[in-house]
């Protein structure tokens, strides 16, 4: 049974935080705008850049605006930051959603929250962003833990746990947290490196929380935002049209994670899938990685944009 995911008339993506920041970059359009952080028409602050994600998105349908936060960012302060830098009023939001538990996404919840300024504030997430210990195994003598995350954590930064692993719509159906996605291409075979406990035995971990955010852009397609794509951006974008029945693809934005050793070898087929599937933009973010994001605008010219923290999407 395929999930109905309302068509709206606008999307915007505002990115609260990513890697990269160009202050004079001047590359503006109708879908691409840049942030100008001005104060009494002077320039008093720059936008950060930090190896973490965290993006403001809207969605108007029939007059009706809705406001979604997606991910906290990696610092305390970043996106925080940021939002107060372009003068972005964070009480607007009206649901957060999570794409995995890793502290580049998780670790500006506190300072984020506190700027909605609300209480009991729907927050969606795989409960599998909550398991414990966490870390990145490089050897037997060599671990590094990833920051505990709690639900208490949660429900102390005024929000309302809804855990699932099903797709799950949002913000009257204008949006759709995925949910689980399903492992099915043969080269996006997951990160080696990440372990967990599990029952007092060490195992990998697949990072199964891990997931993306779809919209549906009136008779143009899907926008899909992912926060690393561990499960693979390919993977992800067919999970996507699976669940809500639509072949069309407008954007595929978001981390793909294809940064280092393990993952540039599937550079070139990633960027070969993506081709296949036709967005009318791809837009690397994130943990994407600089070879991947050269290789996609190399072999993807007419459909990339280059994404940078403070940067707003338009799609009409």
């Given at each position: 049974m395929k999930?109905?995911?309302?068509a709206v008339d606008?999307?915007?993506?505002?990115?609260?935080?990513?890697?990269?920041i160009e202050m004079t970059a001047m590359d503006g359009s109708a879908v691409v705008?840049?942030?100008v952080p001005l104060k009494d028409g002077e320039i008093r602050a720059s936008i950060l850049a930090e190896h973490g994600f965290s993006a403001l998105v809207k969605t108007t349908a029939e007059g009706k605006t809705h406001t979604l936060l997606f991910d906290?960012?990696?610092?305390?302060?970043g996106a925080a930051q940021n939002a107060q830098t372009m003068g972005i009023d964070l009480k607007e939001?009206?649901?957060?959603?999570l794409s995995h538990g890793h502290s580049d996404h998780i670790g500006g919840m506190e300072k984020l929250t506190a700027l909605i300024g609300k209480n009991n504030v729907p927050f969606v997430v795989h409960p599998s962003a909550f398991k414990t210990p966490r870390y990145l195994k490089f050897g037997e003598e060599f671990k590094i833990n990833f920051p505990k995350f709690t639900r208490e954590m949660v429900k102390q930064?005024?929000?309302?746990?809804?855990e699932t692993e099903k797709p799950y719509l949002l913000l009257n159906d204008t949006i759709l947290f995925l949910g689980e996605i399903p492992r099915s291409t043969d080269f996006e075979q997951g990160w080696p490196l990440p372990h967990c406990q599990k029952d007092g035995k060490e195992v990998w971990d697949a990072i199964e929380d891990d997931t993306s955010i779809v919209m549906n852009l009136k008779d143009k397609g899907l926008v899909i935002l992912s926060g690393c794509a561990h499960a693979g951006i390919v993977n992800t974008v067919r999970y996507a049209m699976d669940v809500t029945g639509i072949d069309k693809?407008?954007?595929v934005m978001g981390g793909f994670h294809l940064s280092g050793p393990f993952f540039e070898p599937i550079i070139d087929r990633t960027t070969q899938e993506l081709q296949n599937i036709h967005?009318?933009?791809?837009i690397p973010t994130h943990c994407t990685g600089r070879k991947a994001i050269m290789a996609m605008e190399k072999q993807m010219p007419d459909q990339f944009i280059l994404n940078m923290a403070g940067t707003k999407l338009t799609f009409i």
């Open positions: 999930t109905i995911l309302k606008k999307i915007e993506i505002l990115t609260l935080q990513d890697n990269y705008s840049r942030a906290f960012g990696f610092s305390e302060d939001v009206e649901a957060v959603a930064a005024g929000l309302s746990v809804v693809i407008h954007a967005p009318a933009y791809v």
